[in-house]
């Protein structure tokens, strides 16, 4: 069973900067898509980023384009979040997720941001960013 680890959270002002990090093991599957996603109190969980493990494709939301940026070394099976300009509304709990299976076209690639096509989950690693 995929283990999912999270780490890097913490508090900041407005502006700064954090980077999270997601430590994979125990795959018994090649993974097709990996992402961080996100869910504050009272919301639902959204989508933040997702990459394609193989090409390394991404799609963003629109909230963090140009603020956020994913990397992955899939020989350490770690991926990462660099998170820049932070701001109060990206308060909330990041997690990472991993999907197995078929994978999208690129016209529905952009769908992945939804939480329903990811099966395995971390714990989540909390960013709180202060005005």
């Known amino acids: 069973q995929v283990q999912l680890v999270e780490s890097g959270g913490g508090s900041v002002q407005a502006g700064g900067s954090l980077r999270l990090s997601c430590a994979a093991s125990?795959?018994?599957?090649?993974?097709?898509?990996m992402g961080w996603f996100r869910q504050a109190p009272g919301k639902e969980r959204e989508g933040v980023v997702i990459?394609?493990?193989?090409?390394?494709?991404?799609v963003y939301a629109d909230s963090v384009k140009g603020r956020f940026q994913i990397s992955q070394d899939n020989a350490k099976n770690t991926l990462y979040l660099q998170m820049n300009s932070l701001k109060p509304e990206d308060t909330a709990m990041y997690y990472c997720?991993?999907?197995?299976?078929?994978?999208?076209?690129?016209?529905?690639?952009?769908?992945?941001?939804?939480?329903?096509?990811?099966?395995?989950w971390g714990q989540g690693t909390q960013v709180t960013v202060s005005s």
């Open positions: 990459i394609d493990r193989d090409s390394g494709v991404t």
């Open positions: 997720a991993v999907r197995r299976g078929t994978r999208f076209t690129v016209a529905m690639f952009p769908a992945l941001l939804s939480p329903e096509y990811f099966g395995d």
């Open positions: 125990g795959y018994t599957y090649s993974p097709t898509y």
